[in-house]
């Protein structure tokens, strides 16, 4: 059996028309043309497709089936169709990327894979605290934000990826190092340099001591976690920041990390959108590309988990995931 699909084609019409004339006018064919492709095609399949009834053209049971299968390749053809288009139109495109200050320590290591494998996407990536992220969530103008905490006052799509442990960092050579438990009111009574305000991290880590009923003992404000590390190192105090901020080898930076109760503070990364914003080919493709990554993230698997636990879409943050 070779049934082209052409063949095919004409087949379907003549189908759903009832007609050979009707579906060589459909088709703009001369209707012997019509006549001929049916003939050939009923001789490839060995079997009638169609019966007359009185001057009505009826389809045989195997032309039922045939009606049937044409009709799903259709689909999937036109499926496959729209795919490819998808792939050629994410080939160019630009994708609007915010991530919070802290997140600037992986996420150019995340997109890199992208953006080899998109080389016509112009990627741009804005950089602030979380609370001008927010801002500019809020005026939606961004594709997609990378943050730790998204805001509950905004209809979000969420996406949790990566582990973002925050951990409590002294210099290398303090005292507390040498033990192998501090109690977390021994760590809130330590001088502690923490972010300016706006900044997630310490909104998060002023979380943990509220939920933990201590007041931590703040010495100094400073703007950024790359003049924390330093001041941590040069002894002005100890400070909770982001594991991601010193990696794997805190010690190169004259920091080492103290082995708090209740620490670390486990909270996530997550790829935030504004529920309704327009899709393009470019997002669809980041964001299948993210969800890929997803899977390699302990965290992103736990609250999975506890989403399907509670059987509802609400994650652990009371939102959607994003789809
Ligand atoms: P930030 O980042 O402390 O740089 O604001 C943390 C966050 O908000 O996720």
Known sequence: MRPSLHQLRVFEAVARLRSFTAAAQELHLAQPTVSVQMRELAGNIGLPLFEQQGRRTALTAAGEALLEAARS???????????????????????????????EYFVPALLAPFARAYPGVDVSLAVENRDAVVER????????TIMMMPPVELRLAVLPFLDNPLV????????????????????????????????????????FFAEHRLLPNVRMELGSNEAIKHAVAAGLGCAILSQHTVG?????????VLGVEHMPIRRSWYLVRREGRAETPVTRAFLAYMKARQDDAPAARETKRLDRADGSSQSVRRRSHVA
């Open 168 to 207: 409590a960092l002294a210099p290398r050579d303090h005292p507390l190092t040498r033990r192998r438990r501090v109690p977390l009111q021994t760590l809130a009574a330590e001088p502690l340099l923490v972010r300016e305000k706006g900044s997630g991290t310490r909104m998060a880590s002023e979380q």
């Open 73 to 103: 390749m259709f689909d999937t053809w036109a499926a496959f169709e729209m795919t490819v288009g998808e792939l050629k139109g994410a080939r160019r495109g630009k994708l609007r990327l915010a991530a919070v200050t802290t997140a």
């Open 137 to 144: 969530l809020r005026q939606d103008a961004d594709d997609f």
């Open 248 to 256: 794997r080898t805190p010690e190169r930076d004259g920091l080492a």
